[in-house]
């Protein structure tokens, strides 16, 4: 009774800090089925994907998570911010919960947008370990819609993701069929003639990287929310409604290309932040990234929500229609895009003397081709029709256009809605090579791996500027924990913040951090098997108001005493 | 309304589609006189004051009757420029390309409009200028009126076309009683 009383007497003294959310979580082994093949992986309240949590802005939240599987887990908020313990990620937030373990995960929600969560132990991620977050905000939104659906991607590997990294690490293009052919090499041979040819080939190989390496995992089933294209997943509306779709890519390690033939799409958010709205035809969803569009279809027809990976190797593939059971034709897949010698611009060591440079290759006039039946055009040094973005090489084989000729989502689209921080000079530049070697399946910044590494010592309080510098052929979804990444698009204070920022092969991208958050964070590439091999860093963020942490411990005995 | 007035309106829309240069864009325009006819301050019965935020109205819902005139007190209480516009959607969707023809060239900049540039002879006599009686287009801070008498029940709606804010729900209704 006297319990009672003064647990009320608290809940009377506590309105200030808003309601709270109880939520429960189990990690399981689950079946996953594609329609294609049967896999064992793991998911939460015995499903993968997870379900949506949805949280309110302001609310404070304990989530219970219950191991039922044999081996440790733990849960990471993608792209929440919070206190670094209940961040997640096992060596550095926390040891990890047990098998058989409750671990209660307990922080105040301080934002609102599309976000997900995921297992940081081990390969449970890509094994299904993933669901999404919808933080609805306290006032409104700057958009309005009629319904909303999370659109969850992932790219489901018929092998498990041990096996997978055991290939890699043995045979680096284990999974790469996309491969040039000796075929390819004399038709290459006989439209740039052989002593070039050759010189190319020999420069890639010199790269320990071949020239197919737009993805080093293909053979998955592209999936939308647990259904494979032949699976289906529909989502249902009424002509002439607006449809919020917020998308999510929790890909091992595939970039999507996204389309809506017959439909524009306005992005509204992307990471969760909002973004000045944008029409796009087609957008290009990142490994972690996330994108809210709205969407009106107005006529009575069904919709295909078209998903090809970035390298052409697959697709996931989904449909909105006014009714169950409707569907509209599913494209085939494009031409898949080629490295061209741009991509590799920020190779150390290339002789460019020999190989002319990338901006050299790039503007090599074009050679007619209608007399050459059967070449491949996709494997010419420079990308199709000229393409360009800010965000790639000059002359980068990756830069993508739209199926239907429209418009393509750029990052140099992207403009905060409204700025989050004050604009200022950062107080210093951190270098961030993203470094590899393809032939060894090792990943590495700055030519040092995860396990060798010393942390970065963040100071409390500062604006640091992270220059990427990726000096690989691949992509890296680059993800800090913990603080906002603000991506320089060259918009001032209006450059938009996210969690996720993507490094193009051949390029250097800048982001500034508002170092704001104490603790200990993590900072990796977010590709599952780059991650595993060592492109991560841990972050130390030295000092910070000492009260944060010891304030939320010692409230109850202050208040409460012996409650 | 009479037969003169409409004329009048007639007119002075057939003006402005010349100044703004919408000839070529499918006659988008050419439904204008479904809404309604600028009108006179001395006619109007009251006055509404619509704010516009990023992305959206306040209110987003005005209740009229067939013909009356409303002065509209419009203010931009936003970051970004922001259009009012009354129409029928078709007539919105047609000044959506125009609009993103001055974004693209650079006389819509996020929270700024470059005067100069909406100004420049995109030939043919045509110009960037947005001077539609129907709509006004505002950077953050500025506050304008507009006059209007609605002709009578139809789809209206006002809303901003500036690329992707229609799109992401910054319209309201206009409801005929």
Request: proline share 6%.
């Given at each position: 009774?006297?319990?009672t ?8 003294l ?16 689950v ?8 896999k064992?992986?793991?998911g ?7 379900p949506v949590?949805?949280f309110k802005?302001?609310e404070?939240v304990?989530?219970?998570?219950t ?8 849960i990471?908020?993608h792209?929440l ?5 209940q961040?997640g990620?096992?060596g ?6 047990k098998?058989g373990?409750?671990?209660t995960?307990k ?6 947008g599309?976000?997900?969560f995921?297992?940081?132990s ?7 370990a993933?669901?999404?977050?919808i933080i609805?905000?306290e006032?409104?939104?700057p ?7 999370v659109?969850?991607?992932?790219d ?9 990294m055991?290939?890699?690490?043995v ?7 996309k491969q040039q ?12 003639g052989?002593l070039n ?12 990287m071949?020239q197919?390496d737009?993805?080093?995992?293909q053979?998955f089933t592209?999936m939308?929310?647990g259904?494979?294209?032949?699976q289906?997943?529909?989502g249902l509306f ?5 449809i919020r779709?917020r998308?999510?890519?929790?890909s091992a390690m ?11 799409m306005t992005v509204?958010?992307?990471d ?9 035809d ?5 490994v972690?990234e996330?994108?809210?569009v709205i ?5 009575e027809?069904a919709?295909?929500i ?5 390298g052409?190797?697959?697709y996931a593939?989904?449909t ?14 494009r ?5 061209t ?13 020999d190989?002319g440079?990338?901006?050299e290759m790039?503007?090599m ?14 494997t010419?040094?420079m ?17 993508p256009?739209?199926?239907?000729g ?5 990052y140099a ?12 000079e ?5 270098e961030?090579?993203l470094?590899?070697?393809m032939?060894?399946?090792?990943w590495s910044i700055?030519?040092v791996?995860?396990?060798?590494a010393d942390?970065i ?5 500062e604006?640091v500027r992270?220059?990427?510098?990726n ?7 680059m993800?800090?924990?913990?603080m906002?990444s ?5 918009a ?10 993507s490094?193009q ?18 900072f990796h590439c977010?590709l ?12 130390i ?10 304030a ?5 005995s ?6 | 309304?009479?037969?003169a007035k ?9 003006i402005?589609l ?11 325009h050419?439904?204008?006189a479904k809404?309604?006819e600028p009108?006179?301050?001395s006619e109007?019965?009251?006055s509404i004051?619509v704010?516009?935020?990023d992305?959206?109205y ?5 209740e009229?009757k067939p013909g009356?005139?409303v002065?509209?007190v ?9 259009e ?6 078709d007539m919105?969707?047609a ?5 993103r ?12 409009l ?6 420049m ?7 960037m200028?947005?001077d ?8 953050p801070g500025?506050s ?5 008498t ?5 789809n209206?709606e006002?809303?901003c076309n500036v690329?992707?804010?229609?799109q992401a729900?910054m ?7």
């Open positions: 009774m006297k319990k009383l003064v647990a009320g007497t608290l809940g009377l506590l309105p200030a800090i808003g309601f709270a959310g109880e939520y429960n979580l189990t990690v399981d082994r079946e996953i089925d594609t329609g294609e093949f049967v064992q992986g793991v939460y309240n015995r499903k993968s994907p997870g949590l949805r802005e302001g404070e304990s989530i219970n998570v191991n039922n599987l044999d081996e440790m887990t733990s990471h908020w792209g911010i919070l206190p670094f313990e961040d990620v096992p550095i937030s926390f040891p990890g919960i098998p373990e409750t671990f995960y922080f105040p929600i301080t934002q609102s599309t976000y997900w995921h297992s940081h081990g390969f449970q991620e890509p094994e299904g993933f669901g999404s977050i609805e905000p006032g409104r939104e958009f309005r819609y009629d319904r909303e659906y659109v969850q991607l992932t489901k590997h018929p092998h498990s993701s041990d096996r997978v055991r290939n890699l690490k045979t680096p293009d284990y999974y790469n069929r052919t000796l075929g390819e090499f004399f038709s290459d041979a006989s439209e740039n052989f040819t050759v010189k190319a080939r020999l420069a890639w190989g010199g790269m320990r071949m197919a737009v993805e080093d995992l053979g592209g939308i929310n259904k494979s294209p032949k289906n997943w529909t009424e002509p002439g409604e607006r779709l998308f999510i890519n929790s595939t970039y999507f290309d996204i389309r809506i033939p017959g439909l524009e509204v958010q992307a969760g932040n909002n973004v000045q709205p944008v029409n796009v087609e957008f290009r969803i990142g972690a996330t994108y809210d969407v009106r279809p107005k006529d027809q919709y295909t078209f998903a090809e990976s970035m052409r190797s697959g593939r989904a909105l229609a006014p009714e169950e059971g409707m569907e509209a034709p599913v494209p085939g897949l031409e898949p895009a080629r490295l010698m741009a991509d590799m611009g920020g190779m150390p060591g290339m002789e460019h003397g190989m440079s990338a901006n790039a503007e006039p074009d050679m007619d081709h209608s007399n050459m039946k059967g070449m491949d055009h996709s010419m040094m990308s199709e029709g000229g393409a360009s973005d800010p965000f790639y090489a000059k002359g980068s084989g990756l830069v256009t739209a199926a239907n429209g418009k393509f989502l750029s689209d992207l403009k905060a809605q409204k700025p989050l921080y004050e604009e200022r950062p107080a210093r530049e951190i961030l090579r470094t590899g070697n032939e060894r399946y090792t700055n030519g791996k995860y396990e060798d942390p010592r963040l100071k409390y309080g604006r992270f220059k990427f510098v000096e690989t052929m691949m992509t890296h979804p993800h800090l924990h913990g906002w603000i991506l320089d698009v060259g001032g204070q209006w450059n938009p913040i996210k969690h996720t920022v490094v092969p051949g390029t250097t991208v800048y982001m500034e951090t508002e170092v704001d958050a104490p603790g200990q964070w993590a977010h599952t098997y780059h991650m595993a091999a060592g492109m991560f860093r841990k972050v963020v030295e000092g910070g108001p000492e009260s944060t942490q010891a939320s411990s010692e409230q109850p202050e208040v409460g005493g012996d409650v | 309304m009479s037969p409409f004329a009048v309106a007639a007119v002075a829309m057939s402005s010349t100044a703004f240069g919408a000839g070529t864009h499918g006659g988008g050419g439904h204008s809404s309604g009108g006179k301050a109007a019965s009251r004051t704010e516009m935020y992305n959206y306040e209110p987003e819902i005005i009229v009356e005139t002065r509209f419009v203010q931009n209480k936003g970051q970004l420029v922001h009012f516009n009354i129409g029928t959607p919105h969707e000044h959506q390309k125009e609009m023809m001055m974004v693209e060239h650079g006389a819509i900049q996020g929270g700024k470059n005067h100069d540039m909406m100004e002879d995109m030939g043919n006599g045509q110009s200028n947005h539609d009686p129907n709509s006004v287009l505002l950077e500025d304008q009126e507009v006059i209007w609605f002709s009578g029940k139809g209206i006002f809303a690329p992707g804010h229609y729900g319209y309201g209704e206009v409801n005929f009683n």
